[in-house]
Structures are given as structure tokens and as C-alpha cells.
């Protein structure tokens, strides 16, 4: 393993471990050697993700909490803390979409996204950040942004895209203000990948072939995205690597922005 992408002995939390891309960060990175802590509302599904990284040989601790109150994001760090004595990198994992029209959208729903988006985001950074500041030895924070962050299609998004583009605005003042404590911010901005929010694109009925078919021309590449395509970026973000890229958000979108 080069040591610009050593991940072994770092401690890692992870919200969302239970979604496509948080379950398959959290399987990956336990392959690399990191130490896990990961977050999530359900309890079933993160005893699933724990066991399997187990069977593996992996190392993870498990905390059945979204990062929803202050209360909530502090526990999660607190769990890395207790367990491994520091945190060295964040991943943001956990979100929500409700796609609906403006008209049909209640304030109460438009505030949902919000929340898991942009609240959950602000949170946990503030909770794992205070102590990667104290430990004095720099940090990592991967958040998790979307195309729809800098993009107002497709129809419905009105909670999402602006939710998206508040992450892309945090990580850039995480970075400014960050950057004195050598603890790198930065995004992943995704197109459609294959999770639960987005099976039914997946599907083969004709409305889901339809919208295929018509959001396909605009992805060079040719395809909708898979949890794995977005790993390569995930590690380079959290390992050495990445150590002087900061407050940048990375589309890894088959090229979809580049049209
Ligand atoms: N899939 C895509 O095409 C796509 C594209 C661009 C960006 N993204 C972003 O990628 C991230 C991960 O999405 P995914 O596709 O992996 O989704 P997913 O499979 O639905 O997973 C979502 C994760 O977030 C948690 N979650 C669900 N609702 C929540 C809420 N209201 N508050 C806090 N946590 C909640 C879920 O866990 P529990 O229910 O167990 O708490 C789950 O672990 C999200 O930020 C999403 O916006 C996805």
C-alpha cells in the first residue's frame, strides 16, 4: 500500500452506513485497514453492515443515531472517541430527498431535506471537528453534495437541489476555516447511483426505461453510477493524497456537469 493512500489504524466515522453509499464506504474502507464508527437510524441494517465487515476481519463500532440534535452528532463522535481514542476522518453519508413539486411540497417536508442535508451535515462537522482541532494532528471531512447541488434539474427538486448547494457552501467555510488546523473539507458531487432513493431508475418498467433513456445522452460515460464508482474518490479524499485539496466539491458523474 503507497502511504498516499495508507488508511490503516485511522479512525473513521460514518453516517448513513446503512445506505448504499455509506454500507459500501464503510465495507471498503474496513478493507483498507481503517477503524470504523458508524452511524445510522436503523439498527437491523447496521448490525447487517457490522457483521459483515466482522466475518471480514474489520474493525467497526456500531451507534444506532442519526445525526439529528446536537445530542445526536455528539454521541456519534463520542462513540469514535471511546472507542479509538481520536477521529481522523468524517464522512457524511447520511440524506434524504422527497421529489415533489412546490405545490404539492409541505413546509414541513421541504424542512425534512433540509435537515438530513444540510443539518446533519452541519452537525456532525461541528461534532468531530472540535476534537480533530484539539488532537492537533490535521482531519479529513468527506461531505456528500450531488450534481443537483450546482444543476436545478430535474423537475421536483426544490428541497434538494438548494440543500446540495448549502453542502457545497459549508464545505468551502469548513475549509476556510479549517484550513489553519490542517483538516482538509471537500464533496463528492454524484450523479444517479444505483440506492434505494433511486431504484426505481434501475427498474425495467417503461417510465423508469423512459427516464433512462432521456437523462442517459447527457452522461458521457453512458451509464448511471454505482455505489463502487464513487470508493476511489472517497479514499483519495480521507487518505494523504488529498492532503493539499481542500473546499473543492468533485463530480464523479460519468461527465454529466461537463456538457
Ligand atoms: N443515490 C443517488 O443517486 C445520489 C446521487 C447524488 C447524491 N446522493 C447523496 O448520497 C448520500 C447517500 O445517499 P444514498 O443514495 O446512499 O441513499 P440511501 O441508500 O437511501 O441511504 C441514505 C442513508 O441516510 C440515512 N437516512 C435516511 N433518511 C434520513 C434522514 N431523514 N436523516 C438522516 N439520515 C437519514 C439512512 O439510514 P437510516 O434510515 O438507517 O437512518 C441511510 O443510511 C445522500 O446525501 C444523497 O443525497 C445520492
Known amino acids: 500500500m503507497s502511504p498516499l493512500f495508507d488508511l490503516s489504524g485511522r479512525s473513521i466515522v460514518i453516517t448513513g452506513a446503512t445506505g448504499a453509499l455509506g454500507r459500501t464506504a464503510a465495507i471498503t474502507l474496513a478493507g483498507l485497514g481503517a477503524k470504523l464508527t458508524l452511524a445510522a437510524g436503523s439498527k437491523d441494517d447496521l448490525d447487517d453492515v457490522g457483521a459483515k465487515i466482522k466475518e ?98 430535474p423537475r421536483g427538486y426544490s428541497a434538494y437541489c438548494p440543500s446540495k448547494s448549502a453542502v457545497d457552501g459549508l464545505t468551502r467555510a469548513l475549509a476556510t476555516e479549517w484550513g489553519q488546523h490542517r483538516i482538509t473539507v471537500n464533496a463528492i458531487g454524484p450523479t444517479v447511483f444505483r440506492s434505494k432513493l433511486t431504484a426505481w431508475m434501475f427498474d425495467d418498467d417503461p417510465k423508469a426505461s423512459a427516464s433512462r433513456v432521456q437523462s442517459l445522452p447527457r452522461i458521457p460515460l453512458g451509464r448511471l453510477g454505482e455505489p463502487e464508482d464513487l470508493m476511489g474518490i472517497i479514499v483519495y479524499l480521507l487518505a494523504p493524497a488529498s492532503d493539499f485539496c481542500t473546499g473543492q466539491v468533485i463530480y464523479v458523474d460519468g461527465g454529466y456537469t461537463a456538457g
Do not use: F, H
Open 56 to 153: 471480514r476481519g474489520g474493525a467497526c463500532r456500531l451507534i444506532a443515531r442519526r445525526p439529528d440534535t446536537l445530542a445526536d452528532s455528539e454521541a456519534i463522535a463520542a462513540e469514535a472517541l471511546d472507542t479509538y481514542g481520536r477521529i481522523d476522518g468524517l464522512l457524511v453519508a447520511s440524506g434524504t430527498n422527497i421529489p415533489k413539486m412546490i405545490g404539492e411540497m409541505a413546509p414541513e417536508e421541504w424542512e425534512q431535506v433540509m435537515d438530513a442535508n444540510v443539518r446533519g451535515s452541519w452537525l456532525m462537522c461541528k461534532s468531530a471537528g472540535k476534537p480533530m482541532i484539539a488532537q492537533g494532528r490535521g482531519g479529513k471531512v468527506v461531505l456528500v453534495s450531488s450534481v443537483r447541488g450546482r444543476l436545478g434539474t
